[in-house]
């Protein structure tokens, strides 16, 4: 038996994360029942994305030029080098606004249950980074899993004879957290991290 073309795009759909096969077959019978509104523009973006959307070989965000448009503007502070786990964590720290310097983006964290060690991350591109450019700062913006704090540690263990000050950020309690809905680690976090 052969897969119809709407079986093969609710396949495609349940892929994604956040979907499983039900909710997948309902966004496909909504875009159909929205062909000309939703799913023609739907396709004719992906088609765009497919043709213009590059990694930037500097810092590895996804844009439309390369290098991008964060690596290029000369009014951000070159010196500190925001490094995170991913292109989402990037965007997630743009659109707080509080960032003024540069990233890198490490393309996922050591792992050894997955079989992910140094050499599938970008750290040879960050060390050339810190090497050649005026580096004077890594903030390390990683998660706060085992697999980030690891890797966190690698790098600090890896650059600690280079000129640069290692910094990660502060982690406990966020603006607006009850501690009756936090967890145990949260909140020991917040004790030790402490002002």
Partial sequence: MTETELESLIRLFARL???GKRSARRVVLHLIKKKESLLV???QSIQNVIEHIRTCPV???LDSCSPCHICQDQRRDKTVLCVVQDVADLW???RSAAFK???HVLGGLLS???GIGPDELRLPVL???IRQQEVSEIILALPATVDGQTTGHYIIERFKKLPVKISSLAQGIPVGGELDY???GTIQTALKARR
Wanted: glycine letters at 12%; one cysteine or more.
């Fill in 112 to 114: 050894a249950i997955e």
């Fill in 92 to 94: 997630a720290i743009e």
């Fill in 17 to 19: 994360p956040g979907f």
């Fill in 41 to 43: 523009p739907l396709a």
């Fill in 127 to 129: 060390e050339n980074r």
């Fill in 59 to 61: 810092c590895g965000n």
């Fill in 182 to 184: 936090l967890d145990d």
């Fill in 101 to 103: 310097g540069k990233y």
